[in-house]
């Protein structure tokens, strides 16, 4: 890390006056002061690390801040001279919070080594105080300024209420995923590490897939907006986390948008529905089986995409019954289908939806939805297949509708059998 890094680093430090001190760190380390730079780095992280209780204690009413200071303001007026509570404050906040994680803690207990050498004169050896190298005090600086003095004191345990309110405050405005990303990464996901990105994790999928609570139904949506955000940052580390404490993440609640929610969440990330345990996919499989919508998008439950195609061929097409497709399932399986090179069962699947029509009016808004949009795409094959529906199902040719609609598909059918092409004889039915 050069000298231009370590100053965009510096106007990144959250606390106004730990980035005073930490000038004067740098000012020591661009004058090749290397000793002084060291010294006062550990006093800047341990003023730093003060600062952040004292917010964490007065604007988040964070207990386990206040208790930390009160033991911290004990020690110290048990004996003035001593630097016992700055030991004991860096034990106290990596044990009892989450601002430190490990490596944070061990780079603390590394940097705390080197100041004590260099400020504490060694009588037995040649050089009386350790002179430390620039490349070891860079390293130094760069570790303290990216695990701990940029980063800004929020989501403890006890202020995670703070972070879902600040969720809710914005999701009027913060409407599209990509924005709302952009604004919960810069304001907090850049400044937390994993430990504490997982805590969150949790408790937002117990908000969503939980409690029913009125809170927690009114922002349903955009905690489940999180979530997924969260997955698309740290998906494998996530997904493993679902794995690691599968019976938290299997504690779900058998509600309409909860089940909605889930099986859209298994639907992006099939290995999450496998992490469930059996009473959870019980739950799930029932609510897909009694819903058309739920089951067009229940992907994870079928050995390929084809395979799942198919299956909701035969699911949605009964001898009895058939089940319109609405914009929402062709959205999604358009979608589906690109992503899978899986166009022409897609295509047929529409086409089969339309050819079943049981009304004049099923038959209008399914040409509207499922043909309509999709004729340009069409090649002779499916063609055929329009044709031949419409011929074989009067509640198709016999609608008011039947000949205009016909019109639009015999202007892009001739592009590929031709304008001399003898509807009339082939398929009697398909009058326009």
Not at 10 to 23: G, P, V
Not at 121 to 140: G, K
Not at 141 to 152: A, D, F, S, V, Y
Not at 257 to 271: A, G, K, R
Request: glycine share 2%.
């Amino acid at each position: 890390m050069n000298s231009i890094s370590l100053d965009q680093y510096t106007e990144k430090i959250y606390h106004i006056r730990t980035k005073d001190y930490f000038n004067e760190v740098l000012q020591s380390y661009v004058n090749g002061s290397y000793r002084s730079a060291i010294v006062m780095l550990y006093s800047v992280v341990i003023c730093d690390l003060v600062y952040k209780l004292k917010e964490l204690a007065e604007r988040y009413d964070d207990d386990k801040a206040t208790q930390i200071l009160d033991e911290i303001k004990v020690i110290r007026e048990r004996d003035e001279r001593s630097s016992e509570w700055e030991n004991k404050l860096v034990e106290f906040v990596y044990e009892r919070t989450n601002l430190l994680e490990v490596q944070d803690y061990t780079n603390i207990q590394h940097l705390k080594q080197h100041r004590n050498l260099s400020a504490h004169p060694v009588l037995d050896q040649m050089d009386i105080l350790f002179n430390p190298n620039r490349e070891t005090v860079r390293a130094h600086m760069r570790n303290i300024l990216e695990g701990i003095l940029i980063k800004p004191p929020i989501l403890s345990n006890e202020i995670i209420v703070s972070f879902v309110e600040d969720i809710a405050s914005v999701k009027e405005t913060l409407v599209q995923e990509g924005v709302l990303e952009r604004y919960l990464t810069a304001k907090y996901f850049n400044h937390i590490g994993l430990l504490l990105e997982k805590k969150v994790f949790r408790s937002l999928w117990k908000f969503v897939f939980k409690l029913n609570n009125p809170q927690c139904l009114e922002n349903r949506e955009v905690n489940f907006k999180v979530l997924k955000i969260m997955i698309h940052r740290r998906r494998q580390a996530l997904l493993d986390f679902i794995e690691e404490e599968k019976s938290h993440f299997s504690d779900i609640v058998d509600f309409e948008d909860t089940i909605t929610y889930l099986v859209d969440i298994c639907t992006l990330y099939p290995s999450i529905y496998n992490s469930l345990e059996e009473h959870a996919k019980v739950i799930l499989t029932t609510a897909i089986g009694n819903s058309n919508s739920l089951f067009i998008k229940a992907v994870f439950l079928s050995e390929t995409v084809g395979k799942h195609f198919e299956l909701i061929d035969n699911k949605i097409h009964d001898i009895e019954f058939t089940y319109t497709l609405v914009q929402e399932d062709i959205s999604f399986l358009e979608s589906l289908a690109a992503e899978n090179g899986c166009d022409n069962e897609f295509y047929e699947l529409l086409i089969k939806n339309f050819a079943e029509s049981q009304s004049f009016n099923s038959a209008d808004i399914r040409f509207e939805n499922c043909i309509l949009p999709y004729l340009s795409n069409f090649e002779r094959k499916e063609f055929v297949l329009i044709f031949e529906a419409i011929n074989k199902n009067s509640q198709i040719y016999y609608r008011r509708k039947s000949k205009s609609d016909n019109n639009i598909i015999k202007e892009y059918s001739d592009q590929i059998f031709g304008e001399n092409f003898d509807y009339p004889t082939e398929y009697p039915n398909f009058e326009f």
